[in-house]
């Protein structure tokens, strides 16, 4: 009898032992340098809101992000088909995070067609965790699937977390009395509380949004909080996840900072502009995606003396921001690309009659209506070319979701000190996709000092103009002694009279051109990045910098001398373009359409021969897209 009992307390004392180190080791994380998750699922699955808390999680706790938001074409597409699927990616890192990352490591797949869309983009080690309550044979085939996904995408080798998220959703809330249907909503929390297990992030800011999004909903807050816990205990008992991850704080510069998107960083910087110029901001525009986030967000901000107009179209939308700004008003107007098409007379109007005026085209894939949810870089030669006879407007384009905010003050700058009309472009991928954003102090921010010409002014003559930059006054409707006259019909050259005379339209038509040509003695000049010389220069513009940043460094790290001119300002180009351009033996220039910066570039430098990468799939580039192209250049 002792004999037995002694065995069995050396039993008990190994499985404990044992225990122990299972434990030990499965708590232990293991530390990463940076991290792509990918959150997929139906449209009514959450996995926005699933990926915007994780990332405002991670920036909360000092990482660095990127986030690409990847919403479906059609506004109700099919439930469990591939046309429907609606995804989230997010790329946070220990050190600086420049793009959302081209593979995943962790994919969340809610149902088969999620994982159908996504396979393709994961990288060999991931671990992909599905919802297996909705891989039924109806969703399987639905997802275009014969039998078994796992084994048709021969991912039988990843690590396949297979967790019944719906299931368990319904069990952790069986006692609320709410209905299936609200039940089934907080799925998505269930998921992201695995991924908060799995990678050592803490519940509380998740718990707080709860509190302030549904402080009159107490039910929901709890089943919300419920399910949250319950995925990331689950994933904490299971034993397929033997182990946790840490992203460590990325080092950047102090200050205050916040989690930004384009849209949001774009109507600031219009708020911040309307600060410094002393004008109060007027903002004219129809809803369109992706741009309807600049308008939603600034009519929220009447307690800053926003005026918001949601007009009845684009025409009307553009129309009473030229009258705003006639008025004397910083005057804006939002859209996208079909938008910007209706707006096009009334732009040429604003160029006619010299009036500053802020356009900002959130670009998206076309022709027509085209990919409404999907990014593209495709309207540049509308905006350089668009309208009918010679009407020049000034050009800027935003680089990453935080500058946005930069661009528009710029844009707002240009256009009320050079008295021309400016379109700011942005686009889908940098309207949704968000960053951390340092947020500035406005005692920092350049002065802006629009030309109104002050009451008491003798002599007043509304084309006379500033001998340096060609702009004229702005004399503000109703001014005692500055009566004058503007319009649509060509205007004589000084006095502002109706004229059809061939020489002052010829002379009035070099003036529009020449104003917006000498905005380049008030932008600053083209600096490249990485190598100054060498053999293959990247050129891009707009939303594509991330990428060509990221590939950049990558190549100069192998040895390469390749170096990076990334453009802001598109009319007029910086004075030195030709100059940096010379300094490289070969010029590849990656654009997300056809190639319509390059035949600009050949139109202002024929001189130079260009070479394309061009991507037209509703995707931003890849880093290993622009990597293959430069290093097949340096090969030749």
């Known amino acids: 009898m002792n004999a037995y009992r002694t065995w069995w307390f050396l039993y008990a004392f190994n499985v404990l032992i044992l225990k122990y180190i299972f434990m030990t080791k499965k708590e232990k994380p293991i530390e990463l340098e940076d991290v792509v998750i990918r959150f997929s699922g139906d449209s009514g699955d959450g996995m926005q809101l699933?990926?915007?808390?994780?990332?405002?999680?991670?920036?909360?706790?000092?990482?660095?992000?990127?986030?690409?938001?990847?919403?479906?074409?059609?506004?109700?597409?099919?439930?469990?088909?591939?046309?429907?699927?609606?995804?989230?990616?997010?790329?946070?890192?220990?050190?600086?995070?420049?793009?959302?990352?081209?593979?995943?490591?962790?994919?969340?797949?809610?149902?088969p067609a999620a994982l159908k869309a996504n396979a393709k983009w994961l990288k060999h080690s991931a671990t992909i965790i599905i919802?297996?309550?909705?891989?039924?044979?109806?969703?399987?085939?639905?997802?275009?699937?014969?039998?078994?996904?796992?084994?048709?995408?021969?991912?039988e080798d990843y690590n396949i977390i297979k967790a019944p998220v719906s299931s368990l959703t319904k069990e952790a809330l069986k006692d609320m009395g709410l209905d299936m249907k609200s039940?089934?909503?907080?799925?998505?929390?269930?998921?992201?509380?695995?991924?908060?297990?799995?990678?050592?992030?803490?519940?509380?800011?998740?718990?707080?949004?709860?509190?302030?999004?549904?402080?009159?909903?107490?039910?929901?807050?709890?089943?919300?909080?419920?399910?949250?816990?319950?995925?990331?205990?689950?994933?904490?008992?299971?034993?397929?996840?033997?182990?946790?991850?840490?992203?460590?704080?990325?080092?950047?510069?102090?200050?205050?900072?916040?989690?930004?998107?384009?849209?949001?960083?774009?109507?600031?910087?219009?708020?911040?502009?309307s600060e410094k110029s002393g004008l109060q901001l007027f903002v004219g525009s129809y809803p369109i995606t992706p741009a309807t986030g600049i308008l939603e967000e600034l009519a929220l901000r009447k307690d800053l003396g926003v005026i918001t107009v949601q007009a009845e179209d684009e025409i009307a939308g553009i129309t009473t921001s030229i009258g705003a700004s006639f008025a004397g008003l910083l005057a804006a107007t939002t859209t996208s690309g079909p938008g910007l098409a209706l707006k096009s007379e009334a732009l040429g109007l604003a160029v006619i009659t010299e009036l500053p005026?802020?356009?900002?085209?959130?670009?998206?894939?076309?022709?027509?209506?085209?990919?409404?949810?999907?990014?593209?870089?495709?309207?540049?030669?509308?905006?350089?070319?668009?309208?009918?006879?010679?009407?020049?407007?000034?050009?800027?384009?935003?680089?990453?979701?935080?500058?946005?905010?930069?661009?528009?003050?710029?844009?707002?700058?240009?256009?009320?000190?050079?008295?021309?009309?400016?379109?700011?472009?942005?686009?889908?991928?940098?309207?949704?996709?968000?960053?951390?954003?340092?947020?500035?102090?406005?005692?920092?921010?350049?002065?802006?000092?629009?030309?109104?010409?002050?009451?008491?002014?003798?002599?007043?003559?509304?084309?006379?103009?500033?001998?340096?930059?060609?702009?004229?006054?702005?004399?503000?409707?109703?001014?005692?002694?500055?009566?004058?006259?503007?319009g649509g019909l060509e205007k004589d050259e000084i006095t502002g009279n109706v004229s059809y005379d061939p020489l002052n339209h010829q002379e009035m038509t070099n003036?529009?051109?020449?104003?917006?040509?000498?905005?380049?003695?008030?932008?600053?000049?083209?600096?490249?990045?990485?190598?100054?010389?060498?053999?293959?220069?990247?050129?891009?513009?707009?939303?594509?910098?991330?990428?060509?940043?990221?590939?950049?460094?990558?190549?100069?790290?192998?040895?390469?001398?390749?170096?990076?001119?990334?453009?802001?300002?598109?009319?007029p180009l910086p004075g030195n373009t030709a100059d940096i351009l010379k300094k490289f033996k070969k010029i590849l220039v990656c654009e997300l359409n056809m190639g319509q910066f390059a035949n600009y570039l050949r139109m202002n430098f024929p001189q130079f021969e260009y070479h394309q990468l061009n991507k037209v799939q509703g995707l931003p580039f890849t880093v290993a897209e622009i990597k293959e192209a430069a290093n097949n250049l340096l090969e030749e």
């Open 131 to 155: 919802d297996v309550d909705n891989f039924t044979p109806k969703n399987i085939r639905k997802a275009g699937y014969q039998d078994d996904p796992i084994k048709e995408e021969k991912l």
């Open 357 to 486: 005026l802020v356009v900002i085209d959130v670009q998206r894939g076309g022709p027509s209506t085209g990919l409404p949810t999907k990014t593209e870089q495709s309207d540049l030669m509308q905006v350089l070319f668009g309208r009918n006879g010679e009407s020049p407007v000034a050009v800027v384009a935003a680089s990453t979701p935080s500058n946005c905010f930069d661009y528009a003050f710029e844009a707002a700058r240009l256009a009320l000190e050079h008295m021309t009309p400016v379109v700011l472009m942005s686009d889908g991928y940098l309207a949704n996709g968000s960053e951390p954003w340092k947020v500035p102090e406005m005692k920092d921010m350049p002065e802006i000092k629009p030309r109104i010409v002050p009451e008491g002014t003798q002599d007043y003559q509304p084309y006379k103009r500033d001998p340096e930059t060609l702009a004229r006054g702005w004399a503000i409707p109703g001014t005692p002694g500055l009566e004058h006259r503007i």
């Open 511 to 571: 003036i529009r051109a020449e104003k917006v040509k000498r905005i380049v003695n008030d932008i600053p000049e083209l600096k490249p990045e990485g190598k100054a010389e060498g053999d293959v220069l990247l050129v891009g513009w707009g939303s594509t910098y991330g990428h060509l940043k990221s590939a950049q460094e990558e190549l100069v790290k192998k040895g390469k001398k390749v170096g990076l001119a990334h453009f802001h300002y598109i009319n």
């Open 50 to 111: 699933t990926g915007t808390l994780f990332s405002n999680t991670a920036a909360l706790l000092g990482n660095d992000i990127a986030t690409f938001p990847d919403y479906p074409a059609e506004i109700r597409a099919p439930q469990g088909t591939v046309g429907g699927v609606s995804g989230f990616q997010v790329h946070f890192g220990h050190s600086r995070v420049k793009t959302p990352g081209d593979l995943t490591d962790v994919l969340v797949a809610m149902n």
């Open 183 to 273: 039940v089934l909503r907080s799925k998505n929390m269930f998921a992201l509380g695995m991924i908060y297990w799995l990678f050592n992030r803490p519940l509380t800011f998740t718990e707080e949004f709860f509190k302030s999004k549904f402080k009159k909903k107490p039910e929901i807050i709890e089943a919300n909080e419920r399910v949250l816990k319950a995925g990331y205990y689950y994933a904490e008992t299971i034993e397929a996840l033997h182990t946790t991850y840490i992203v460590r704080p990325a080092k950047i510069e102090k200050g205050t900072y916040r989690n930004i998107n384009g849209n949001t960083a774009t109507a600031w910087g219009l708020i911040a502009a």
